[in-house]
Nanobody
């Protein structure tokens, strides 16, 4: 089992950058697929990016070229570098973990509490 705690959210102007972090506790972090999802007000939670234990990455089309997911297994932490932010990126961002690299909520058993990202126009 793994516990996840996100940090790094905040308020930023359009065109700005933020870096989210997700610290994991528990065993075998390096074996987990790590992912970021987000949920905007009134919308369903959606996939943003994922990274496998070997470093394979996947991105939603809406963030490709602007966001970068990375992991530091020594620190049991996964990051989401967000550049060229847009108002439509405003959402609560969630970290997730599992052994499968999927793009759907049911693909992940472990979730953090979320961190708010607000992009002003």
């Amino acid at each position: 089992q793994v516990q996840l705690v996100e940090s790094g959210g905040g308020l930023v102007q359009a065109g700005g950058s933020l870096r989210l972090s997700c610290a994991a506790s528990g065993r075998a972090f390096s074996m987990y697929v790590m992912a970021w999802f987000r949920q905007a007000p009134g919308k369903e939670r959606e996939f943003v990016a994922s990274i496998s234990w070997s470093g394979n990455t996947y991105y939603a089309d809406s963030v490709k070229g602007r966001f970068t997911i990375s992991r530091d297994n020594a620190k049991s932490t996964v990051y989401l570098q967000m550049n060229s932010l847009k108002p439509e990126d405003t959402a609560v961002y969630y970290c997730a973990a599992d052994f499968r690299q999927g793009i759907l909520e049911p693909d992940y058993d472990y979730w953090g509490q979320g961190t708010q990202v607000t992009v002003s126009s």
